[in-house]
């Protein structure tokens, strides 16, 4: 039986969003979704929770304030990229420039250790897990062992625990580890992201019980625009709008309310690795520790 929880926070603007990038219209505000970040950093605060913050570090170049002021009240600051692009749409020197430049910026604005890393959309690339390596990152959180869902991601994993990133490739680097965001038992679509907007809390706290009762941590993930009221944009799709704003911070605090410890990805992976050398070479110090210099 686990007791703890991970609510991830894939930190991005609106405006970065696939959704919007290949939108008709454009908006004129400027930074939708930090208004998010703040309304999570309070609500987590009331609840004596944490949380692990995946930031595309544009935003900490152009809003470090907002960035720091979630690594000062003890959130995790992992890696999202730079710029938020599909990392298999990159050459390869330009995905290793995402994540190096990402933790770059990030370790300089927090002035804290960035260890871990979520790709955008779940995309890998062939050579994820080596590009992760080679920039410095300890563990990754890019899998979902979701079904498949045409046009977006799924059917290629089925991993739901922390594992050595070899159980997704066997040719990735040792002292990786992989830590795999929570799909439903049975059904296998995600607890969070759009699902917890069409499903509805209930649905993502039976999935975090049902996972919790075979002693798996769950591994939720949102994003800061869907707590805000988005301004109407010519060509996003409907179902972006869908149950965003008041309706999602209702559904997050009371998944908050549930008896459940919400800490750090990083803390869980580190756990899994003390648990179980296996599941990572660097050590749960290393992990949760500065990174060695390259």
Do not use: N
Request: glycine letters at 8%.
């Amino acid at each position: 039986m686990s007791d703890r929880a991970v609510l991830s926070i894939d930190f991005e603007l609106f405006e970065q969003t696939p959704a919007y990038r290949s939108a008709d219209g454009t908006m004129d505000e400027d930074g939708v979704g930090l208004d998010g970040g703040e309304f999570l950093r309070r609500t987590l605060a009331t609840h004596d929770a944490t949380a692990t913050c995946f930031v595309v570090s544009s935003v900490a170049e152009s809003h470090p304030d907002a960035v720091r002021a979630l690594a000062d009240a003890g959130f995790e600051i992992g890696s999202h990229t730079h710029s938020h692009r599909l990392l298999s749409e990159l050459s390869a020197a330009d995905r290793r420039e995402e994540l190096a430049r990402s933790r770059e910026v990030l370790t300089e604005v927090t002035d804290e250790p960035v260890t871990g890393f979520r790709a955008p959309a779940f995309d890998l690339a062939s050579d994820h897990f080596a590009v992760l390596a080679e920039t410095g990152y300890r563990y990754d959180s890019s899998v979902v062992a979701s079904r498949t869902i045409p046009g977006w991601y799924g059917g290629e994993f089925d991993l739901h625990r922390p594992a050595p990133a070899t159980a997704v490739d066997p040719d990735a680097p040792t002292g990786l580890a992989e830590l795999p965001v929570s799909v439903m038992p049975g059904l296998r679509l995600p607890l969070t992201g759009t699902w917890l907007r069409f499903f509805g809390p209930r649905y993502t706290i039976l999935g975090m019980k049902l996972l919790a009762r075979r002693g798996i941590t769950p591994v939720l993930y949102v994003h800061p625009w869907e707590f805000v009221d988005l301004p109407a944009v010519e060509g996003v799709p409907r179902r972006v709008y869908y149950h965003t704003g008041e309706w999602m911070r209702r559904a997050v605090e009371r998944i908050l309310a549930q008896d459940f410890a919400f800490t750090t990805a990083r803390e869980v992976v580190a756990d899994a690795i003390a648990t179980d050398p296996s599941t990572g070479t660097a050590g749960a110090g290393r992990i949760e520790g500065r990174p060695e210099e390259e």
